[in-house]
């Protein structure tokens, strides 16, 4: 298993734990309304397990990226040929276009 699937893992399982811990705030707070509880703070567990999971999920971001490419574009212009750089024609004119739109008949 190399780094990148491991960190997709982590992404994974950081994710679904993540979303457990939204659904459990949600049922603590359908629970809080329903019994008329003033205190609507959310346990400490919920609060745990959201940290832990984003934490998770972050690192399994940071795990699953690939390599960084260089910016510099002497590497990019190395790939291409002359004809991918050169694509624009030699010669445009437009002096066709100030004729006709000019012209007083």
């Given at each position: 298993m190399s780094v990148q699937q491991f960190?997709?893992?982590l992404g994974i399982l950081g994710a679904i734990f993540l979303a457990h811990s939204?659904?459990?705030t949600y049922e603590h707070?359908?629970?809080v309304k329903a019994v008329?509880?003033?205190d609507t703070s959310v346990p400490i567990e919920i609060a745990m397990e959201c940290l832990t999971s984003a934490f998770?999920?972050?690192l399994g971001v940071v795990l699953s990226a690939e390599t960084f490419r260089q910016i510099d574009m002497k590497y990019e212009i190395q790939k291409m040929t002359?004809?991918?750089i050169d694509t624009k024609p030699s010669f445009v004119t437009f002096n066709h276009r100030h004729i006709k739109t000019t012209s007083n008949k």
């Open positions: 960190g997709r893992a939204a659904y459990s707070l359908a629970y008329d509880e003033a998770v999920a972050l002359i004809d991918t």
